[in-house]
Nanobody, 125 residues
Framework: QVQLVQSGGGLVQAGDSLRLSCTASGRTFSRLAMGWFRQAPGKEREFVAAITGSGVSTAYADSVKGRFTISRDNTGNTVYLQMNSLKPEDTAAYYC??????????????????WGQGTQVTVSS
């Protein structure tokens, strides 16, 4: 029903920036709330950011607030995660996710129906 394809990961130095992209197909994009999660080796998957279908409402984990920005382009069917002032503790596999309950943000992975393939972000000291 929904396919999510991610891009934009890589290896950067502390203080650098990256922008992750996630492009959706198979459903009207504005009727999907979108989220970003990350998972480091040996750690549980944690919430990073979320955005409603319209893009009006956003939510962020405290650990990334003020550094990361989630946004979406409903014409291009793409959600972005702009990551500034990256720290080594941001190193993880990052996943985008989609939820059919599009009018609110969700911070639990249990609420999301579809997931991207993941992309690695590594931040060196």
């Amino acid at each position: 029903q929904v396919q999510l394809v991610q891009s934009g990961g890589g290896l950067v130095q502390a203080g650098d920036s990256l922008r992750l992209s996630c492009t959706a197909s198979g459903r009207t994009f504005s009727r999907l709330a979108m989220g970003w999660f990350r998972q480091a080796p040996g750690k549980e998957r944690e919430f990073v950011a979320a955005i409603t279908g319209s893009g009006v409402s956003t939510a962020y984990a405290d650990s990334v607030k003020g550094r990361f920005t989630i946004s979406r382009d409903n014409t291009g069917n793409t959600v972005y995660l702009q990551m500034n002032s990256l720290k080594p503790e941001d190193t993880a596999a990052y996943y985008c996710a989609a939820d059919s309950v599009y009018w609110t943000t969700h911070d639990s992975p249990r609420r999301y129906d579809y997931w991207g393939q993941g992309t690695q972000v590594t931040v060196s000291s």
